[in-house]
Structures are given as structure tokens and as C-alpha cells.
């Protein structure tokens, strides 16, 4: 199949949220199934904010995304919980809390916690050269040819300079995160570390393979013994099984004007879902995760590293990892500028300033991670809220400007009360 199409279609049935959908149409191409104002049956047991159901819908409606899961939370409940559209269009497969996506670059401020927990153990500290657990990083030069001497605060806050080639079959078939390091530390730096920000995969993946090195377990392990399992993230992995494959929501490249979702096959550059052993933990990017599973995640860090009684990163921790480590220099997600608005911590964005979009409906101070497929989480210290967004849509655009990311904090914030004092 190569792509699937809404239509635009006047007098739509429509009978209350979440318990009907109307019937599919099928070309002898591509099936045309009217999705529009289509929710997931919602269980009583779920909270909802009307305004966030009725921006999501709208978002459908203008064929911006198939469908979506958005949540938001405070330090100890779920606000709200709705799944709007479809996980799949050619199945007509309803989005569900339970739906898999995913989540990309929302891998990162994982492997940012991971790094920090073993900072607390006293295995490690971020203050430390890379070279001291990964022995070739000690022959490293800079562009002006002094030792490189990155730290691991520098792999976590895209200020390292390390090399980030693109991600090839042969990254792909890497059996190991040493030989991902060895192929960027086959290429030159791009600048000396901490003169300049540039947003880069490879960091991040390295961080892992230090953990691997600390820890003395898989990368993966280490994340499912000492996060997931005890946060209750059943559905976060990085080698989705064969009932959760079935939960995926499938991702789609869209064209709003035209109303048409292209199936997307593979998850851009890194090729198809793998199942273990088929591809290396990636830190950078490689997770699938459900709302609700990321919303646990987020009410621990904002919680300040604990939940439910248990701790997970401590107080200095926490604070390094959410205070901004990259100076004055110009950061950013916008695929058109780099400026003030953001700064980076330790694997996490952080709002200096309001400077427009999404950011206007975040405190500043917020900190987060969107991911590649338009995937989005804010946590608001300030307000004493996290929000989650999960959708599968190829060519978001800028991660500030996301449709309907900036629909679902609009709806969402103005909904909540005013900031806690």
C-alpha cells in the first residue's frame, strides 16, 4: 500500500466521542476511511479535559495527524487521558491509551537519567572525560589539534563536537555501541568541545555504551532493572514483542492540503522496528513507549527524582540535569533558527524565555524532549505539570510549531490553574 486517504467528506455522522465510527470506503488503490471527530471508547476510569478532546479532534479534522494519545498529569494523578483518530488507516484501528509509538529522540532524557543514576552510585561523574571509561577517546583531536578531552556533560548537552555521520546500513548491522563509537571517532570533530551547540545523535549513544561499561550490563538492562520495571513502564522497550507489535501506531507522512497519509515502512534512518538482537540499544533515539508509561517517567522527574516512595535520581542530580549547562550559547529545536528561547541540561531541553509557539504555554524553566515523529513531553515545574503527546507523523514540522503539539498545550495549560505559589 502506498499511501491512504481522508475525505473531505460534508454531513458526517457524528454520535457521542469514542463510541462511533463510521464505515470505511475502499478504492481498488488505497482505502478512503473518514476519521474525522473519531475517538478511542473512553472507560470511565479515564480522565478527560474537554478542551484537549476537542483540540485533538480538530487536529484530525484538519488531517494534520492520523490520530493521537495525549496525557497530562501532575506529581500524583492523570488529568486527562484521550486517544483521538487512528493508529491505523487501512485497518480503520482506533488510537487506544494502550497504543505503541514510537518515541525517537524522546529516548534521550533517559539516557540522561541513566547517566545520573550512576552518578549517585558513585560510579561515575559527568564532569568526566569520556576517555576514562572509553580508552580510544584519549587519542582525539580537535579541529586545532589539541586532545578533545569531551566529558560526558558535553556528550549529554550536544556541546562535545563528536562527529555524528549519518546512520547507514553499516551503523545499522553494529552488533555493539563500541563499534558505533568507533565510527565517529573515524570521522573529524565538527568543533572544539563547549565553543558551540549543535544538536547530534551520536552523544547520546556513546552515553549509553558508558553505562554499559559502569554498569556491566546491556544498556537495554540496565534501563529495564533499574527504571522500568520499578516506574511500571511494562510497555517501553526497545525490541517491541509480538503482542505489542500489534499495538503500534503506524507512521504516516502527511499532506494536510490533499488530506493523503503516505505509509511510512521503516522509522526514517533507522530502518525497520528491530527485534532484539537485530539492532544496538540506541540512547539517542531508539525506544517505543505508550503515553501512559512516559507520563510515569515525567511525574518522577517531576517529583524532583522520586515516586511513590521510591528515589530514583537525587536532589543534586536532579537539579544537574534539569539547570542549563550550555551558557549563553545560541541552542535550539528549530529547523530555522538557533537562538535564546531554549538552553540545554543533561539530556533535556530547558525554556529560558517564552519566545513563541509552544513555548508560550510552557513556565519558564520547563524542560523536555520532543521526538522525530512528532512525539512531545513538557514537564512545567512550575505549574506542577507534565504533558504527553503521542502521534506518528514523518514531516512535523518545527518541534516549536508542531500543529498539534501547540493545539494540545494550548488546551491543555488553559484548562489548568494558574502556577502554584
Not at 546491556?218 to 500489534?246: C, H, I, V, W
Not at 516549536?400 to 491543555?412: D, S, T
Request: with cysteine.
Amino acid at each position: 500500500m502506498l499511501g491512504s486517504t481522508w475525505e473531505r467528506t460534508p454531513g458526517r455522522t457524528h454520535g457521542p466521542v469514542g463510541c462511533v465510527y463510521p464505515p470505511g470506503k475502499m478504492t481498488s488503490r488505497v482505502p478512503l476511511i473518514i476519521i474525522a471527530a473519531i475517538a478511542a471508547p473512553r472507560c470511565q476510569s479515564e480522565p478527560e479535559i474537554p478542551a484537549v478532546t476537542a483540540a485533538m479532534h480538530a487536529e484530525v479534522d484538519a488531517h494534520e495527524i492520523a490520530g493521537s494519545v495525549t496525557l497530562v498529569a501532575t506529581k500524583d494523578r492523570v488529568l486527562d487521558l484521550t486517544a483521538t483518530g487512528l493508529a491505523d488507516i487501512a485497518g480503520n484501528r482506533p488510537m487506544q491509551a494502550d497504543t505503541m509509538f514510537w518515541i525517537a529522540s524522546m529516548t534521550k532524557p533517559i539516557t540522561g537519567v541513566a547517566i545520573l543514576m550512576l552518578q549517585d552510585d558513585g560510579k561515575l561523574s559527568v564532569d568526566d572525560p569520556v576517555a576514562k571509561f572509553i580508552p580510544e577517546f584519549a587519542a582525539l583531536r580537535t579541529p586545532s589539534g589539541k586532545p578533545a578531552n569531551i566529558t560526558i556533560a558535553q556528550l549529554l548537552s550536544h556541546t562535545s563536537g563528536l562527529a555524528s555521520p549519518p546512520k547507514t546500513a553499516a551503523s545499522r548491522s553494529a552488533k555493539t555501541l563500541r563499534e558505533l563509537a568507533a565510527i565517529y571517532l573515524a570521522h573529524p570533530m565538527q568543533f572544539e568541545p563547549g565553543s558551540s551547540w549543535k544538536y547530534t545523535t551520536s552523544g547520546l549513544i556513546v552515553a549509553g555504551e558508558i553505562v554499559e561499561i559502569v554498569s556491566g550490563q546491556p544498556f537495554d538492562a540496565f534501563l529495564q532493572n533499574r527504571l522500568f520495571d520499578p516506574l511500571g513502564m511494562k510497555d517501553t522497550t526497545f525490541y517491541p514483542s509480538d503482542e505489542q507489535r500489534l499495538r503500534l501506531a503506524r507512521g504516516y507522512r502527511a499532506n494536510p492540503a490533499t488530506g493523503e497519509f503516505t505509509v511510512q515502512q521503516t522509522l526514517g534512518a533507522n530502518g525497520p522496528v528491530p527485534r532484539s538482537g537485530e539492532m544496538v540499544p540506541l540512547g539517542d533515539g531508539g525506544l517505543f513507549s505508550t503515553a501512559g508509561d512516559y507520563s510515569r517517567f515525567c511525574q518522577m522527574l517531576l517529583n524532583g527524582g522520586t515516586l511513590d516512595g521510591r528515589r530514583y535520581l537525587s536532589a543534586d542530580a536532579y537539579k544537574r540535569m534539569t539547570t542549563v549547562c550550555t551558557g549563553d550559547l545560541p541552542t535550539g529545536f528549530s529547523k530555522k533558527e538557533i537562538n535564546h528561547v531554549l538552553g540545554w541540561g543533561l539530556g533535556v531541553a530547558i525554556e529560558r524565555e517564552q519566545g513563541g509557539g509552544v513555548s508560550d504555554f510552557l513556565s519558564p524553566g520547563s524542560f523536555g524532549h520532543p521526538g522525530a515523529w512528532g512525539t512531545a513531553a513538557w514537564i512545567d515545574p512550575a505549574r506542577g505539570v507534565a504533558y504527553v503527546m503521542m502521534v506518528q507523523r514523518s514531516n512535523m514540522p518545527d518541534n516549536f510549531q508542531n500543529p498539534p503539539a501547540l493545539a494540545f498545550i494550548r488546551a491543555a495549560s488553559g484548562a489548568l490553574a494558574s502556577p502554584a505559589h
